[in-house]
Nanobody, 116 residues
């Protein structure tokens, strides 16, 4: 199993980024997938998850209305569209296989820094 994130970077407050997570080594479409973030000096924070078909999604209150999770099962890829970014969104973002805090694999992460 391999999960590889990309798309992070430095963005100004109010800006947008789109993260991607390329999955391989398993049948991607059979698993719920999640985005989790970890800010410096803090523990992991669940951001969002999506069901196998991409129809049902859930978000942390801190990102609801600003972030959108999606997936393309044909491309084995998970996405996170992040709009209206705030400085408090600065963190290492990683994708994980599973949901509800129960993850069996995760990627190395991609750094998102929101700063003026």
């Amino acid at each position: 199993v391999q999960l590889v994130e990309s798309g992070g970077g430095l963005v100004q407050p109010g800006g947008s980024l789109r993260l991607s997570c390329a999955a391989s080594g398993f049948t991607f479409g059979n698993y719920y997938m999640s985005w989790v973030r970890q800010a410096p000096g803090k523990g992991p924070e669940w951001v969002s998850h999506i069901n196998t078909g991409g129809i049902f999604t859930m978000y942390a209150d801190s990102v609801k209305g600003r972030f959108t999770i999606s997936r393309d099962n044909a491309k084995n890829t998970l996405y996170l569209q992040m709009n209206s970014l705030k400085t408090e969104d600065t963190a290492l973002y990683y994708c994980a296989r599973g949901s509800g805090g129960s993850y069996d694999y995760r990627g190395q992460g991609t750094q998102v820094t929101v700063s003026s």
